[in-house]
């Protein structure tokens, strides 16, 4: 049985090697990536606040969740060594990052900040 943060909303991408230049880099809108694991309790407390923010931000912004487990390139390469870790991308370019769990109104305001 799959646990709840197994399964994104219709609004979250999980993102892969595969689909980090897509869904990120080339992302015409800013984009929030949230670095997780299944195991990590701070990274389920983060999940439903990124669940919320992917919905307040629909249409003006991404929401995006990278399974450091499966995808440990893109851990190393962005050097993620805890977690959660949450960065803002914008054309590209990390615009702001945070480390541990924070309230939605910490991440609203890291994601606003890309406009």
Request: charged fraction near 25%.
């Amino acid at each position: 049985m799959k646990g709840v943060m197994d399964m994104a909303s219709d609004q979250i991408i999980n993102v892969t090697t595969d689909t980090f230049d897509h869904e990120v880099l080339k992302s015409e809108i800013p984009v929030m990536v949230d670095f997780w694991a299944p195991w990590c309790g701070p990274c389920r407390m983060v999940g439903p606040i990124m669940e919320e923010l992917a919905a307040d931000f629909a249409g003006k912004a991404k929401v995006c969740k990278i399974n450091v487990d499966e995808e440990q390139d893109l851990a190393a390469q962005f050097r993620v060594m805890t977690i959660p870790t949450v960065c803002v991308f914008k054309n590209g370019e990390i615009v702001d990052k945070s480390i541990g769990a924070k309230s939605k109104e910490d991440f609203s305001a890291m994601l606003g900040g890309a406009f």
